[in-house]
């Protein structure tokens, strides 16, 4: 009887935890698995084949919507048609539940993006698709739209002439007044309609039960109010062990805190917010060469000891990454490094693991040996003119990072490592010889790239959404291809289904220059990068490589013979070359 009591209370503590929307003094880290139009990096099997790297430093994996859109052309999941349909861009149903349990195996949990606040009809714009599958059964009010706002644009005189007509004519949407902000990409549901609100239940339970997620990341929470957050996740056979929601409005802390205490049941928090705050905070103190240093001491939801437990921090994510949205363009590690040492629970975008995966790996590396969690206490946050100084206390020791040019004292503390403008040391007695085995992938580049002798150039792989690409290089006040927006460059072919550009200098300056933007159609560029000569740059501005370094073995007779050795130092015949790298004469090169 002891032991059934003992672990009936155990099951009872474990979903008292589990529905209080973020876990206390949790550890983790999380990534965010996509970023927008990462239609490849993105896909199931892609993520899946990554899961024994990935599940060292990574917790949590958010992941895209991952329901049916009957979409022709990829989409990123937030206009959601079915909900018990999980076919998509990002694959297969199969390779979805693959993904999830694979991931479930290595202790990672898989957080769904889940869009509520408004759904697509299927042929038109207000028919909601009845659904059936695995005993969960979803069923719309498609006659009088009782589902939807009537407020609504839907509903306007214009919008009615579009869609209701035929069997829709005379029709228009019966719900009640919205609970939140209108969004006018698609239909915004009535969350005070028991229909919907026992539709959402019946959704949510079946990607925790049916598919495995682990969470959810709810998407436009300001769309509706958010005591329907906290009435999903307490509901029976739902409550999700993490929950964040995307509150992305104009009032400040006070309307991230606002979200979150509205979310109560029971006088319980029921679910976490992004720290949007910290991440307007970053934008200016990390841009303009560090020059609003202070900016990182303003209200934001992981500098309150009352709220860090519910922060999520970010540097950019799938709608901030993008131009035009405020992108962080400089000092990129500088600022993961801050997010990895601050409380909150930290979510690194794809894009920058992609670009700077040996830091954010030591990054991880050194929150998690010092056991600094989501409410770890901040001993010190000092700006000044030259930078910042952060010590935060961990479960086994402290952090404490400089950025900038900041100084102060390290007595009791050793260097972990650094960056462009960070230093991250720890307490002394903290054994970090496990960041000596995080080490640099080699680098080889595609076979379109080619620097000739004595040429002064540059490659991008630019994102899709770039439609042309100019560089812009200089060194002090001498420009190299004119003033901005810079020398219009070349593609020379593609990698990773994104095309890849060239820039050569033309001009008669032999000095190359120290610094290089790329950009693009409107808004979209690179920040400030150092110069490399040769240098091939992937989209998020990250300099992956030197493709000087590489040449390709000659096919015609050569005037000296070319003594071949692979990277193990054994001397190799032509007639025994594979595809690899070797050494030849001293140099590197690939054989393709």
């Known amino acids: 009887m002891k032991r059934l009591f003992t672990s009936l209370l155990i099951t009872l503590t474990t979903l008292t935890t589990m529905a209080q929307g973020w876990p206390a003094e949790y550890k983790g880290v999380m990534l965010q698995g996509f970023y927008w139009d990462s239609y490849a990096d993105s896909k199931w099997t892609n993520l899946e084949s990554q899961a024994d790297e990935l599940s060292q430093f990574f917790d949590l994996i958010w992941v895209p919507q991952s329901g049916y859109c009957n979409a022709s052309t990829n989409q990123m999941g937030y206009s959601d048609i079915w909900w018990l349909d999980h076919k998509s861009c990002f694959g297969t149903e199969a390779e979805l539940r693959s993904m999830i349990n694979t991931y479930k195996t290595k202790n990672v949990g898989i957080i769904e993006d889940v869009v509520i606040n408004h759904k697509n009809g299927n042929t038109s714009w207000c028919d909601f698709p009845n659904e059936s599958k695995n005993g969960y059964t979803l069923t719309w009010d498609n006659v009088n739209f009782s589902g939807i706002c009537k407020t609504d644009e839907c509903n306007t005189p214009e919008n009615l002439n579009k869609w209701a007509t035929g069997q829709y004519a005379g029709k228009k949407a019966t719900g009640n007044n919205d609970t939140g902000t209108n969004f006018d990409g698609c239909r915004d549901l009535d969350h005070t309609n028991d229909q919907v609100r026992q539709n959402i239940k019946t959704y949510l339970r079946f990607l925790r039960n049916d598919l495995g997620y682990t969470g959810f990341r709810y998407d436009m929470v300001g769309g509706y109010a958010p005591k329907y957050v906290g009435e999903y996740n307490t509901t029976e056979n739902v409550t999700p062990e993490f929950s964040v929601g995307e509150y992305w409005m104009d009032d400040g802390k006070t309307g991230l805190v606002n979200w979150i205490n509205g979310t109560k049941v029971d006088g319980k928090i029921q679910s976490a917010a992004f720290d949007f705050m910290l991440k307007w905070s970053i934008n200016s103190a990390f841009s303009n060469n560090g ?16 709220y860090a437990r519910y922060a999520v921090t970010f540097v950019d994510n799938h709608d901030t990454g993008r131009a035009g949205n405020n992108p962080l363009y400089a000092n990129v590690e500088a600022a993961n490094a801050f997010i990895l040492t601050m409380p909150g629970t930290p979510c690194v975008w794809l894009k920058h693991w992609q670009s700077y995966k040996v830091t954010i790996k030591k990054l991880i590396l050194v929150r998690k040996i010092a056991g600094i969690h989501n409410q770890s206490e901040i001993v010190t946050k000092t700006a000044s ?17 400089l950025l900038g040019t900041a100084t102060t004292t390290t007595e009791g503390y050793k260097l972990a490592l650094e960056g462009p403008s960070f230093r991250m040391y720890v307490s002394n007695s903290l054994d970090i010889s496990a960041l000596d085995d995080v080490k640099e992938d080699e680098f080889v580049a595609p076979d379109c790239c080619v620097v000739n002798d004595g040429e002064i150039c540059a490659f991008f792989e630019a994102p899709t959404s770039y439609k042309d690409v100019k560089c812009y290089t200089w060194r002090g006040s001498t420009q190299y291809g004119g003033s901005w927006p810079g020398q219009a460059c070349t593609i020379v072919g593609t990698n990773n289904g994104k095309n890849v550009w060239k820039w050569t200098y033309t001009g008669s300056l032999t000095t190359p220059p120290s610094n290089i933007i790329f950009n693009g159609t409107g808004f979209d560029q690179t920040s400030d990068l150092d110069f490399k000569n040769g240098g091939y740059y992937n989209e998020a501005g990250a300099c992956q490589g030197i493709v000087t370094d590489i040449e390709a073995i000659r096919t015609t007779p050569s005037t000296k013979d070319n003594v071949i050795y692979d990277l193990q130092g054994r001397k190799v015949s032509k007639e025994q070359l594979k595809k690899g790298l070797y050494i030849v004469n001293g140099k590197k090169v690939v054989v393709r």
Not at 291 to 306: G, I
Not at 388 to 394: R, T
């Open 291 to 306: 020059s609003n240093w202070d900016k990182l001491n303003d209200a934001a939801l992981a500098n309150d000891a009352n």
């Open 385 to 401: 003119t030259n930078g910042y100084i952060l010590n935060v206390a961990g479960k086994n020791g402290n952090v404490l990072l």
